[in-house]
């Protein structure tokens, strides 16, 4: 079985690389259990898959600089964008496969930190539509 460590993950919303403000990636993907349990069942609960449904967490490091993180997050609230992670910076494949699709930027926080520390955002985006995932 294959390891890996994430060395160089690789990251867009709304087509801008923000590879390079990214510190923590995590794309999930999930589906609604639906209890169809009946009197049939024989006393064990029976379960369907519903609506599916994903999100996208990230951990930037802060950038307040003209036409940087904060600027092009910001521009982003409240908006339905693109999005692609993959775990290593390189083109899609069957060894490195790309999670597409369109996320709400629902929050953006531009400030959080404690004295001393470096300047952080923890954001999650739910998706919007199915999520792909593409390897060419």
């Given at each position: 079985?294959?390891?890996m460590?994430?060395?160089?993950?690789f990251?867009?919303?709304?087509?801008?690389?923000?590879?390079?403000?990214?510190?923590?990636?995590?794309?999930?993907?999930?589906?609604?259990?639906?209890?169809?349990t009946?009197?049939?069942?024989?006393?064990?609960?029976?379960?369907?898959?519903?609506?599916?449904?994903?999100?996208?967490?990230?951990?930037?490091?802060?950038?307040?600089?003209?036409?940087?993180?904060?600027?092009?997050?910001?521009a982003?609230?409240?908006?339905?964008?693109?999005?692609?992670?993959?775990?290593?910076?390189?083109?899609?494949?069957?060894?490195?496969?790309?999670?597409?699709?369109?996320?709400?930027?629902?929050?953006?926080?531009?400030?959080?930190?404690?004295?001393?520390?470096a300047?952080?955002?923890?954001?999650?985006?739910?998706t919007?539509?199915?999520?792909?995932?593409?390897?060419?």
């Open positions: 079985m294959a390891k460590v994430l060395l160089a993950s990251v867009t919303l709304n087509a801008s690389d923000l590879s390079s403000y990214c510190s923590s990636i995590e794309a999930t993907a999930e589906v609604d259990e639906q209890d169809v009946t009197f049939g069942s024989g006393g064990w609960k029976e379960v369907l898959g519903g609506l599916k449904s994903g999100s996208i967490k990230l951990k930037f490091k802060q950038d307040f600089a003209a036409a940087a993180l904060d600027a092009i997050m910001w982003l609230l409240g908006t339905v964008v693109t999005f692609e992670v993959r775990a290593v910076n390189s083109a899609r494949s069957t060894s490195n496969p790309g999670y597409t699709g369109n996320c709400l930027i629902k929050k953006w926080v531009p400030i959080s930190g404690d004295v001393g520390s300047a952080e955002v923890d954001v999650e985006f739910p919007s539509g199915a999520m792909a995932r593409q390897t060419a």
